[in-house]
Structures are given as C-alpha cells and as structure tokens.
C-alpha cells in the first residue's frame, strides 16, 4: 500500500476519538413474501413479485417492441434490473394481457464522438463506465452507489450520486429512442426536440410515457480523483455540511446515530503532482491505490451495528466465518478506514447489493440543519431501530421535471433496514420507513422514486411545479394509461387531490 499524499483542498476537520459499546435488540416480523411462489419473477432481493414469468417479453428490435406495444390490450411495465421499488415496475399478475417488457437485447455501444456516446437502453452504469473508460473518458456526474442498474432504469427512476456541480444521471442525457404507448417510435431531444415531447419530462418518468430503446449521454475526458476519509462529531457536521459541499466535488456522509459519530469522504480531483497519482497512473489501474495508514475511529460503532443485524437478520457477523453475510461487509468496511485515489467508480461506485427495505428523502438544501435534527430527535427516541447510519447525499439543480432537484439544490437522506434471508425483518421495519419519511415531508422531502415511499405522505402536486404539465404530456400521449400500473395510479392519474398535510 502506498502512502497517500495529495494536495485537494478538504476543509479543516477535528477527528473524534472511538466511542464506548452499548446494543440494542429488537423482535422480527415477517415481510410479506412470494419467493417460493413458482413461475413468478421477483425483485433483485427474491422477495416480492413483479410480474409472472409468462408474462414477460423479449423484443429483439425496435419493431417489434413497437407491434408489442401497439397491440397491447392491458398494462405495460418495464424491467431492467429489477432493483426499483418493485411497486412501480409490477404489472398485475392475475391478467393475461398484461406483459411485462425485458430489453435484455438492448444493450451496449452503439456509436460514439468526441462528446457523446449512445448505449443501448438496458446496458448497466458498470458497462458504461468500463466501455468509456476504454476510450479514456468517463461519465459527467458522480456515479450512484450501484453498478449493476441499467442506464435507462437509473435515469429513469432518478438516481443520482452526490455533489453540488452536478445533480444526476438525467442530466447528462442529450436526447432518447423511445417507443410511445401508441407505437410510435420517436426521438425526444437533441436536434430532434420537439415541443409536444420535452425531454426533460422523459429522462425521469418512471417508464409512464413510453419505453426508451437507446440513451445518448454527455462524456468527459476521465479523471483521477483523491478521497480523504473522515470521522467527526455530530456538531462539526451539522456546521459544516453545506461548506463542505461548497468547496468539495464529491461529499458523502455517514451519520452512525447509535454513537452520534460523522464520517465523511472528501473527493475531489486529485493532485497530478502527487507521488500516489502517479503510482495509481503506472499501476494497473483496475483498483484504487489505498494509504497505508488508518483510521479506527469507528470501529467500536461498526461493533455495535453488526451486533444488532447479526440477531436481527439472523446471520453471524463473525469476522472468522467463512461466508460472512453481506449486509456486514457494507457495515465492516467502515472500519480502519484508508484513504484512497483512483477513477470516481473505485471510489463511490461501490454498493453490495443486500436484501432491504431502502428509503431515501429529498430535502432542499436550506432545510438539511433543521431537517437533521429533527431526526437526531427521533433517534434519541428509538435506539436500535435502523441497520445502518443515514447517509446523506447532496446535488445541485436537476433539468428532470419529476427530479427532486428541479427547483435547486437538496440532501437526499436515506436510511435502511435489510432483511433476513428466510424474508423476516425487524417487526418495527416498516414503521420506521414511515416515521421517518413523515419527519421529513415536513420539510419539503420529496422521495427517490426508485426506493421504498408512501405516497399519501407527499403533497406531490404541490411540491412539484411542473407536475400538472407532466400529467398532461402522459394522458396525451398514454391515454388508455398502458404504463400507469395500479400503484402509480395512485400517485398520478386521478389521485384524489387531498392534501397530503392531513397526513402528517
């Protein structure tokens, strides 16, 4: 290992001494489950079922995506990975109509220019940033935490990475291929544009208007960045967060509210004078070079969650098992932290998939103080009860209509609870998911499309500005509501206009 030395700008930090052990156990409930149902396919974890597997199509052309669609007579759904909030991709298992649309023969490069590259639809983030990187360019905005989604999936349901400079994988999109409910193939932006189809109601529409087949992106040349690791108090962040974001491109933060301690990474271009940029430059370059020092000031909190998960997901959190189980290496690798450099995706892009219910809130940006102590209220008040540390994720301005950014920069906080192997979870889960989200609404959150909501918590219509417009462009173009399925029915369509502050 080498020792790092690089001269990014990372704002002044007190580190914080280790903290004293305490644990807390709660009783598990059962997660509503069809994974031993035959026939059926299920979400990425096997949990709950989308769609069953006679109903599932695999156009080979654009053609014949476009008969499929046109001859339809029930509900449409898309799937890509299948790692969304199962709600928004299901199709109703109980109609034969109803077809669920794999593009899993739309895939890869399909042509390139000194700015640009086009992909096929269900080529994953992972493929893009290995196919760009090997014509030295790379993506222009931090890549989400998962590779293995697919581009049009990610950009679809709003996934986003972190960063003030940039916002999320819709906005680096020039224009789409889609194929509309009607089944007309159409191109929406670029030197194509037209003013009935704006691509900016497209790139974040949660496959309601149509079904994307190719997605042209923005490149830039690739960059090596550093990444300085952190672990600070609860009051330093609270001070700081929105300066940090400011002066730093890439920031994430971990807030451990068992121990109140804050840990944070710093990532920012890194020096081209330092010696570690240039042994990661001479090296073989597929892994990021780590520092030789560590840091072990949240060791004693990793301790403290991996206990908690080990009884409530049933699993040993021993490190001298010979298959530890995942949803601890997400936790354990918080410990003797090292600093890192290498390419944005070694660094940020590094996600274990794990059985969980995910939730992630949208708050703007001059919310996030008061946001954040309102849920350090609510921690106080429920030790035990969250698997993992919030994380916090701040991005500037999204062009997206549906994008929870569209009127300026906001922190997505979000949270987790993971789920046993045998489909049990915490009895308390669910609710806490709830509790949560409902702290947050409170503060103008909007939620990631593409993880665990609660509709009824959010005035949608309200939040959104352009949401009546959104609305419009999908009746026009979908009138018979092919892709609305009976869960995003509830959101859009004709929700009832009850205002969602009767809720909270």
Not at 224 to 246: G, H, L, S
Not at 298 to 307: A, Q, R
Request: glycine letters at 6%; charged letters at 20%; a neutral charge.
């Amino acid at each position: 290992m080498q020792t790092i030395v690089d001269s990014s700008p990372i704002p002044p930090i007190r580190e914080v001494p280790r903290r004293p052990l305490t644990t807390a156990r709660k009783s598990v409930g059962l997660v509503a489950t069809a994974r031993n149902v035959p026939n059926v396919l299920h979400n990425w974890s096997g949990i709950n079922p989308i769609a069953r597997t006679s109903q599932i199509r695999y156009p080979k052309t654009e053609q014949q995506l476009s008969n499929l669609i046109r001859r339809s007579k029930g509900k449409i759904g898309i799937v890509g990975s299948a790692l969304s909030f199962e709600k928004i991709a299901t199709v109703p298992l109980s109609d034969d109509t109803s077809v669920l649309v794999n593009l899993k023969h739309f895939t890869g490069l399909r042509r390139m220019t000194e700015s640009t590259a086009v992909f096929g639809a269900q080529t994953t983030v992972d493929d893009v940033i290995r196919i760009l990187g090997e014509h030295d360019r790379m993506m222009p905005c931090s890549p989400g935490v998962i590779g293995i989604q697919t581009l049009a999936g990610s950009m679809a349901t709003g996934t986003h990475g972190q960063g003030l400079f940039q916002s999320a994988y819709s906005d680096i999109v020039v224009c789409l291929r889609v194929v509309l409910p009607h089944g007309e193939i159409a191109v929406i932006g670029g030197e194509h544009s037209r003013s009935d189809l704006p691509l900016q109601a497209f790139v974040t529409s949660l496959g309601m208007l149509g079904v994307i087949t190719e997605v042209e992106i923005r490149t830039e040349p690739r960059r090596v960045f550093a990444c300085k690791k952190v672990t600070c108090d609860f009051d330093d962040f609270i001070e700081d967060y929105t300066k940090w974001n400011q002066q730093v491109e890439y920031v994430k933060v971990w807030w451990f509210p068992e121990t109140d301690q804050v840990h944070v990474w710093f990532t920012d271009p890194a020096c081209p004078k330092s010696v570690a940029y240039s042994d990661f430059l001479s090296s073989s370059r597929d892994h990021p070079i780590e520092s030789a020092v560590c840091s072990a000031a949240l060791n004693d909190t990793v301790s403290i969650y991996c206990t908690a998960m080990s009884h409530d997901t049933k699993s040993s959190d021993s490190p001298s098992s010979t298959s530890v189980a995942p949803q601890f290496k997400t936790v354990r690798r918080f410990a003797d932290a090292r600093d890192l450099i290498g390419y944005s995706e070694q660094i940020l892009c590094k996600g274990i998939p794990v059985p969980q219910i995910n939730c992630e809130i949208a708050v703007p940006m001059e919310n996030f103080t008061s946001a954040t102590l309102a849920l350090r209220e609510w921690s106080m008040r429920n030790k035990g009860r969250l698997h993992y540390p919030f994380i916090y994720r701040a991005t500037g301005r999204s062009e997206a209509w549906l994008s929870p950014a569209f009127q300026g920069p906001v922190v997505y906080i979000g949270l987790l609870v993971y789920i046993a192997s045998d489909g049990t979870v915490r009895d308390d889960g669910f609710e806490t998911m709830r509790e949560v989200q409902k702290i947050l609404a409170q503060f103008g959150g909007l939620p990631h499309w593409g993880k665990h909501f609660v509709p009824e918590l959010y005035d949608f219509e309200r939040r959104y500005t352009m949401w009546t417009r959104f609305e419009q462009i999908r009746q026009k173009t979908d009138p018979e509501n092919k892709f609305l399925n009976p869960f995003l029915g509830t959101v859009f369509g004709r929700r009832r206009s009850t205002s969602a502050s009767a809720h909270l």
